[in-house]
């Protein structure tokens, strides 16, 4: 079982698989034992409620759902850096979702 869970949302949940990818690699490379994975914005409560993730981050494009997301759940919820995103870079993804939840 993974030591951290990432949960990733966007619009559709598919522009965001890339990164997922991006990050699971970061993650093996660094030696850090994490589940990430991502979710359309019309299925995010279900996953939060099944998978019980240790954050979740929000695409650019959903920014929007920030202040509803932190309304209902008791973990970290953040944008990803809209520029980190559109590069589709892992690494600085994963650092700043490891930070948030104290692993960095």
Partial sequence: MAEKKVMLVCAAGMSTSLLVSKMQKAAKEQGEDVDIFATA???????LESEQPDILMLGPQVSYMLSQFKEKVKIPVEVINMQ???LMNGEKVLNQALKEIGLR
């Fill in 41 to 47: 914005a019309s299925d995010a409560d279900n996953k």
């Fill in 84 to 86: 980190d995103y559109g």
